[in-house]
């Protein structure tokens, strides 16, 4: 079992950047494959990027192509987004997400392991 712990979010201008970190607990992190995810007002949750258990293998969605970096460090057990060039349609609840299934996970209900989620605003 993991506990996912995530920081990092607040209000930001347009064109910022924020950097989510996520902590996890446990002795396997290497084991998980990782995710963030973000959920808008009134919107389904949604993938935004993904990592593999050795990080080699990266995921991202269109919209956040180019601006977002997904990067884990298993020896500290953490993951990182780094965000920049954020958007107004940036803002959401990000979380960040674990699973022992290996490979790329983009569908939450591929995951078993949740934080409580750190808000992200963007003003324009």
């Known amino acids: 079992q993991v506990q996912l712990v995530e920081s990092g979010g607040g209000l930001v201008q347009a064109g910022g950047s924020l950097r989510l970190s996520c902590a996890a607990s446990g002795r396997t992190f290497s084991s998980y494959s990782m995710g963030w995810f973000r959920q808008a007002p009134g919107k389904e949750r949604d993938i935004v990027a993904a990592?593999?258990?050795?990080?080699?293998?990266?995921y991202y969605v269109n919209s956040v192509e180019g601006r977002f970096t997904i990067s884990r460090d298993n020896a500290k057990n953490s993951v990182v987004l780094q965000m920049n060039s954020l958007k107004p349609e940036d803002t959401a609840v990000y979380y960040c997400a674990a699973d022992r299934q290996p490979g790329i996970l983009s569908m939450p209900g591929q995951y078993a392991y949740w934080g409580q989620g750190t808000q992200v605003t963007v003003s324009s």
């Open positions: 990592i593999s258990q050795g990080g080699g293998t990266t």
